[in-house]
Structures are given as C-alpha cells and as structure tokens.
C-alpha cells in the first residue's frame, strides 16, 4: 500500500505539487510561530529596537524646579514627566508620595497636588535618586528612565501573550499579535520615552488578564487581583478607571452567566485556602490590596468627595494667574475663551459632519499609531503609503464586518469586543466633544488606542482566519501568494524601524551622540554643526 502511495505520489503533476505546496504555506506559518523560539526572538527584538530609540531620541533638559521647556523633546509630554520625577527624586525619602504644598513657579510642570496619576512620577524619582546622588551627568538620567520603561515594554508584550491564551486563542495567533505589536512603531517609541504610558497599558493587561481568567474560571482569586491591579493601573494614569470597571463588570457578568454563582466559594473559605496553599503570594497580593486602597481612597476619593472630579481643575486648588504657567491649562483656558468670544458674536464654528469627521479621526490615528509625530510635526507620509494604509484598513473593516459571526463565538471574544469596543467608542467621543467645545483636536494620537490594540489585532486575525478557512481551496491556491506579498510590503512600509527612519530625517529627531555615531542614510542627516553637547 505505502508503494502504491509513493508511485502515486511520484507522478504527480508539477502544479499539483505547486498546489498543494501554497495551500500548506499557512499552516506551516503557524507552526512556526508556535515555537517559543519565534515568540523570544521577538521579545529580543523588541528590546534591542527599544534600547535603541531610547539612546538617540532627542530629549527635553528640564529640572525639578519648575524649567519645563516643551522645544528640545520628540516624545509626547515627555518634557513633563521627566521634571515631575525629578522634583519627587529632589524631595527626603521620608516625605512620602503626598504633596502638600508647592511653588507657584513649579505649576509649569503641572498640577501637582492632587493630581491622581502621580504614583508613576513617585515610583521612578528612586530610579534617579542614586545617579543624582553619584553626580552623573543628566543624560544618564533619561536614558535610564527609557531604558525602564522598555522593560515594562517587554513585559507589557509578555502579559499580551498570556492574555490571548487565556482567552482561548490558539499560540500562533498570541505570538503573531505580539508581533504585530512590535512592529507598531508607536508602542515601540512610547515604551522607549519617559511617560506612564507604558506602565498604565502593561498594568491594564495585567487587569484584563485576571479580568479572563475569571471569564474563564470564576474565582475569587482572580476578581480580587483585577480589581489590585485596576487600582494600580488608575493610580499610574486616572482615564482608566472606566474602562477598568467595563473589562471587569463584563467578565464577571459573562462567567457568571456561564458558571453561575454556584462555581464560587465563600469569599472567606476561598481567603483561607489561598493562604494555605500559596502563603507567601497571597500575602503579597493582601498587602498590595490594602495598600491600594489606601492609595486611591487619599487621591481618587478625596479628589470626588471635594473637588467633584477624579482630576481636579488647576484653578481649584491655585489661582488663575498661577494655573496660566501649566502649559495645558493655559492652552485650554486660551481655547475655551475664543470659542466662547466666537459663540457670542454669532462666529462660532459650524458643527462637522459626522462621516467627514470619522474619517479625519481615523486617518490621524491610524497614521500616528505607525508613524512618529511629536506635537509640531507635520505629516509628510508618502500619497502611496497613505493610498495602501486606506486600502488595508477598508480591507480590514470589510472583513471584519463579513466575518463578525466568528467574532461572537466564544464568550472571551464576546468580552474582547466589549473592552476593545467601548474603548474605541469613548475615544471617539472625547474627541468629538474636545472639538465641539474647543475647536481643536486635541488628543487627537494613536497612542490613546494602544491600550486595547493587542485585543484589536486579535479580532482582526480571528476574523482573517475565518475568511480563510472558508474559501475553496482553488480561492485559496489563487490568494496565498497575493496575500503574502501584500503583507510584506506592509511590513516594509509600515514596521517601526522603517516607518521611523524613513521620516525622521532631521536634526531635530537625535541627540548630539547619535548624529555622531549613526550614519547619514539612516538619518537623513549629513555633517552638521551641532550646538554645545547638552545632549550627548
């Protein structure tokens, strides 16, 4: 019989062979990247891109004591965050987190007080006490802020795996998510700048994975480290508290509807069983509650109880003369102003129509998601980049319509377009409204999409996967080829090392050490005069 098979096999035609050769070329792409070796290469990947950004991006010179200069930085605020960190680094171990007073002169790097995100600012100030201490020179100073916030990167890409895997999807569509995530250059150049954004959105993954391990299994375990690790993550950056409650809310209701309540134990005789079984982690995690806790009851909760808001207005703790030095209260005040100044002289401007304006919102983020842009950077993309960036996301929203049924088959893809759908939704209205009563875009950045990004890849491959199955396998003999192509190109357009260099090509991207050691056609830049090395 195995003779027969093999003659048979033998005088097989050329384009059977061919054939048969390209309808097994997915399978043996997912093979292949279900092998761990695929998955830490790419973490490496990630690291050395990371390490990379983080030593030639062009960085702000600030201080603790209130010189905040926006000219000089290419990261997002990052001009902020480092002189915020540098004040809290600046100030007596023993002082604590809680700010009690500060110098009208120090409103320029922000509303300090109350502000609620400012554990991330506190955490990083012992990072930099002891190369202030040593009398390191300043860049040392930032490069080794990037350099942690690229390992809360890594980490960031780690928990996505775990987070795709709980939900039932299989290793290939984890990593390749992962993938895709390295190659977006906005994740990459924002866990190499100095903002909480990085440790907010890996904390937020952390939530929607305990958040899916409930979904998946109820426990009281796994509800009580979500909620631990959705307080963490508001501390580090207070616009997630809603979407922290919605990921956890929908879990809970979905794996109860599934489970019932029957499925869990007694708060306290599941307490007790944790401690007996895992002593040490559970009273780790205890201590993290409390703690926690007490954290957002002095910020979040005072700041509700008086101020009426998470995130008090400056002017309701200083006066408006002081609040003018903070750069946004400044820019907003000066926004809310004119378009009240226009309203009541009947010049106030039209309201946009809904379908022009979701194009404009989703052409900005979706080229600031793949293409650096700092606040005053112009676009500069290339007509037939931006023409095949339409193409693929028009493709995208097609599929995705088409094959929406396979988005609904699981109770955890249920739950990831929940999160991932009322994030995307809220976004858009937030910057719809910003618009309506500021007249400007503000916020307008892909960055804000990162949070739930991962999830939006996975639903996109979920949804390819199929589309494909379902296709005859002459459809797909024809496709495989084309699609493959296709995807290359993107990855040759749009993947953050050439997505990067093939724009940033001007002084302005680098620092001093990194005109000097990169090449010119990396950088686009030939032999220049630099000014004096403050930025070596």
Known sequence: MQRLRGAHAARRRPSEVVRDALLETPGRLGALLARPWVFWTAIGVFVVLGVLFAVILKYPVVDGDGHVPYPGTIAPD??????NILYYAQRPVTAGPVLHHIAPSDLAMGEMLRFPSYVYYYVMSFAVKPIIDLGLPYSYIVVALRLVNVVVGAIGLIVTRRLLRTMGLSEAVAVLTVIMLIGTGRYVWQSSAVSYDAPSMTLFLCTLLYSARFLREPSWGSLAKAVVLSGWTVLFKYTFIPFAVVAIVVAVVLGLRRHGWHSL???????????????VRTALWSVSFVLVTALVVERLGVNLVTYRAFNPDCSALHTHAQCMRFSIYARNFQATRSHELAQANGQSSSVPDLLEFAGRWATTYFQSVFFYRDRNS????????????????????????????????????????????????????????????????????????????????????????????????????????????LGLVVVLLFSTPFAFFTYANSPDWYTNSALDLLPHWMTGVDDVVVPSAVQQ
């Open 78 to 83: 990052e001009h902020r965050h480092i002189a």
């Open 265 to 279: 134990s007694t708060p306290l005789r599941g307490f007790v069983d944790a401690v007996r079984t895992r002593a």
């Open 378 to 485: 112009t676009w500069s993309v290339q007509p037939a980049v931006i023409v095949l960036g339409a193409l693929v996301v028009v493709a995208a929203v097609v599929l995705t319509s088409a094959m929406v049924r396979s988005l609904f088959r699981t109770r955890a893809l249920v739950w990831a377009v929940a999160v991932a759908g009322v994030y995307t939704v809220a976004m858009f209205v937030f910057n719809l409204r910003t618009l309506l009563t500021l007249d400007n875009e503000y916020a307008f950045s892909g960055r804000y999409m990162l949070p739930v990004l991962p999830l939006v890849y996975a639903l996109l491959i979920v949804a390819a996967l199929g589309a494909w199955r379902r296709l005859r396998n002459r459809w797909r003999t024809v496709l495989v080829v084309p699609v493959l192509l």
